[in-house]
């Protein structure tokens, strides 16, 4: 080859090809690994994040500020940042952590820390289709739940931090009430456990929508085996009796659960009972037995049983004799079969009694109220024990006159449980005598009368005496006690009763100064 008039070889053309190129050596070759890295935000003093790339390579990090990983990764080759342990009670994460590495240092992953939160929520029932309710938590965070299930607030809240969930706007309607920890402090896990009941009370039916309708039902419903309630009303009905503010006679009625009511029964016809005011009771066959305070061969009252279909049958009629008048309370089925109430007049002393009433109609007194220190007029129902025995109370008497807890065998043997008792207006019932002696100087108090009657009602007392300021007083469950010498007047003396360490009255004996 002749260039310019001079011989080039091949050897000498690919030496100045090569120079072309860059060849020979003349410049340093590029670098083939870079390093990954970024910054750290947001840690907590104190707090520690880690972070691992690609799966392996760890860098502990303690504060805010760049990191960067030892481990160098090629050109060419992908790097991948993640969390692998975060702070307490922080969570991070990283952005922009992932690639493929380029000719240059990875210096842009951030990682961003935030404190950890936990969300507040629970659960609603009761609320009716198509209402909602608004609850706000610590006043606010408003969250509209408009079926029944779980919520949650949209705004959880940091460890330690106080939450206090409220009602802020109730259902059409209805009442919603928090229940189950509304409140509290955030601990290490979501809260959960938030209650919200939203009870619905509708009106199945209201008496007195016409003329002959029932009306003021004094008793509750009872549930029968149809599925139906059936109860009764102490007036109303078309049959008119002047008994107070109830005109009627009452009647006995069906209420299907949508609230369309059936009289099946009017009261007061004829030799009919009148006005009941006791709850039903239901036997296995599904017939109703209950009581009525009037009417009957007597005008004292009725037992009867009530079929299904609105057949009645007077079992039994008071007023003969030593029997029981004007039952108030209900019926109740006792396990040999028998029926178990109670009279609020009538019985030997005319205060009550407690009779049986066989399915056949055959009636016994088996208690008549009104013997010293026993109840009088009970009116509420019985209950019998799994002992058998049947328990009640009496509105009045006792110890005290104001009423009893008593247990009755069915063989008719009575046990007063309890007397009750207002020591603030019966305390000079216990009372007997009190005096003061000169020689030696002491005072002596007895309470002979009750003092029985006042253990049994839990009492117990001191007997007290005081001079001038001072005073000296002695616990006692006995009759009577005897005070330590006084040695100088004036004297008052007086009976403080106690319950439980706490004294409930004081009266004093003397409304003056007993001088010596």
């Known amino acids: 080859m002749k260039i310019t008039g001079r011989c080039v070889t091949w050897p000498m053309l690919a030496a100045l090809l090569l120079a072309a190129c860059g060849g020979g050596g003349g410049s340093a070759s590029p670098p083939s690994k870079y390093t990954v890295g970024g910054t750290v935000t947001g840690l907590s003093p104190g707090n520690v994040v880690t972070l691992q790339d690609n799966g392996g390579d760890t860098r502990s990090v303690s504060s805010n500020a760049s990191f960067t990983f030892a481990t160098a990764i090629a050109f060419g080759s992908a790097y991948s940042v993640s969390v692998s342990g975060q702070p307490t009670e922080q969570i991070c994460t990283v952005n922009a952590g992932s690639g493929t590495m380029g000719a240059a240092n990875v210096t842009n992953i951030q990682v961003n820390c935030v404190v950890k939160t936990y969300t507040i929520g629970g659960t609603v029932s ?11 938590d610590n006043g606010g965070d408003a969250a509209t739940v408009s079926s029944n299930g779980a919520f949650t607030f949209a705004t959880g809240l940091i460890k330690g931090a106080a939450y206090n969930v409220t009602v802020g706007t109730q259902p059409s309607g209805q009442n919603c009430f928090v229940f189950g920890s509304g409140s509290g402090t955030v601990a290490t896990s979501n809260v959960t456990n938030v209650v919200v009941q939203c009870p619905f009370v509708r009106t199945l039916y209201t008496f007195g929508f016409t003329a002959e309708d029932g009306s003021g039902p004094e008793a509750g419903v009872v549930l029968g ?11 109303g009905g078309p049959n008119w009796v002047n008994t107070g503010n109830n005109l009627g006679a009452g009647i006995f009625f069906k209420l299907t659960p949508a609230g369309a009511e059936t009289v099946t029964w009017n009261f007061g016809a004829g030799m009919d009972g009148q006005n009941p005011s006791g709850d039903l009771a239901v036997d296995a066959g599904g017939n109703f037995y209950g009581t009525t305070t009037a009417g009957g061969l007597y005008g004292d009252g009725t037992v009867f049983k009530m079929t299904p279909t609105g057949q009645e049958t007077v079992l039994w009629n008071f007023g003969s004799g ?30 009550g009694t407690v009779f049986r009433l066989t399915p056949a109609g055959v009636e016994s007194v088996l208690w008549s109220f009104g013997a010293t220190g026993d109840g009088q ?60 002696q000169r020689q030696p100087v002491f005072a002596t108090m007895t309470a002979l009368s009750n003092a029985a009657a006042m253990t049994s009602a839990g009492l117990t007392w001191n007997f007290f005496g005081r001079i001038g300021a001072r005073s000296r007083a002695r616990e006692s469950a006995a009759p ?19 319950r439980d360490r706490n004294p409930i009255s004081l009266t004093a004996l003397s409304t003056s100064p007993l001088v010596l």
């Not at 009893?404 to 009372?431: C, K």
């Not at 009577?480 to 106690?498: D, E, N, Y």
């Open 377 to 436: 007029a009970p009116k509420n129902r019985l209950i019998q024990g799994s002992d058998g025995n049947l328990y009640g109370t009496t509105e009045s008497g006792g110890a005290f006159g104001y009423g009893t807890v008593y247990e009755l065998t069915l063989a008719g043997a009575e046990t007063v449980l309890y007397s009750f008792a207002d020591p603030a207006t019966t305390v000079s019932q216990f009372i007997s005598s009190a005096e003061i």
């Open 480 to 498: 009577s006690a005897r005070l330590a010498s006084f040695r100088s007047p004036p004297m008052r003396l007086g009976l403080q009763i106690v």
């Open 322 to 351: 030593t029997d029981g008048q004007q039952p108030f309370g209900s019926v109740v089925l006792g396990q040999d079969g028998n029926l178990y109430g109670t009279t609020t007049a009538g019985g030997t002393y005319g205060l």
């Open 225 to 235: 085996s149809d599925g139906n309630l059936y109860g009764v009303t102490a007036g």
């Open 126 to 136: 009761g609320l009716q289709p198509g209402d909602s309710v608004v609850l706000l």
